[in-house]
């Protein structure tokens, strides 16, 4: 019988018959400021689950190893089962939100060089910015770990930045999470990708086809996500 192991801001996740395949609901809800805003709004969960279904099969194509297995349902997903590593990984490419407000550099501005960082997944806490030192320190993971998680997320950017290129849409920034796969211990992309942990402007007017409209209170979040969508259905 299914049984609810997780629940988090966006998604539930259940157990299936196989030991080693979990269930994936995206859920309505919209959360900002470590939950400090929260909304629901219909149709999210059905549109962030194939924006982000759409992101990990063209990844896989690119030789990507991720815990996506197939969409089941509008709003479900099959994933392997994995051990997160308890790492956030910010990759970006423009200067936008936080990293704006820290180096006192306006948004918008496009970076010399893509930048990782890492911040230790707790909730308690808040998530703070971490290095690969403290990492190590605290046991998160080894160095070989962190040197394939900054290589895979590095590799995962440049294949989302051709992706959305395609449909005429930069990518600025965004949030990834890995897991090591419970029978090889092997890392692979976990979580999602969708447009609740990117930020993605369109190319010519840095109209934001993000979570930001919503953080922001900018435009209908389901109206964005939509449009997004029906952007990458036209990528190949």
Not at 30 to 41: H, Y
Not at 68 to 79: A, F, H, K, P
């Amino acid at each position: 019988m299914s049984q609810l192991l997780y629940e988090g801001k966006a998604k539930k996740m259940f157990t299936t018959d196989e030991p080693n395949v979990l269930r994936v609901v995206y859920k309505n809800d919209a959360t900002a400021f470590n939950g400090q805003k929260k909304a629901q709004f219909e149709g999210k969960g059905r549109l962030n689950n194939a924006i982000c279904t759409k992101i990990f099969k063209m990844l896989q194509e690119k030789g990507i190893p991720t815990h996506y297995i197939d969409t089941i349902s509008d709003t479900e997903q099959l994933v392997k089962a994995v051990s997160i590593v308890p790492i956030e990984v910010v990759v970006r490419n423009v200067v936008a939100g936080s990293l704006s407000k820290r180096l006192g550099v306006d948004e918008g501005e496009t970076l010399s060089r893509t930048i990782v960082e890492f911040y230790y997944k707790s909730d308690e806490l808040g998530d703070p910015m971490i290095n690969s030192d403290h990492a190590l320190a605290m046991d998160i993971a080894t160095k070989e770990e962190l040197k394939e998680i900054r290589r895979l997320a590095l590799s995962i950017n440049e294949s989302l930045q051709a992706f959305f290129a395609e449909a005429n849409i930069l990518l600025v920034d965004f949030k990834i999470e890995f897991g090591k796969l419970k029978e090889t211990g092997a890392i692979v992309l976990a979580d999602e990708i969708s447009p609740d942990s990117c930020r993605l402007w369109d190319k010519e007017t840095h109209e934001k086809l993000d979570k930001d409209v919503f953080r922001r209170n900018i435009a209908d979040l389901p109206e964005t996500y939509e449009k997004l969508l029906k952007r990458l259905e036209d990528v190949k």
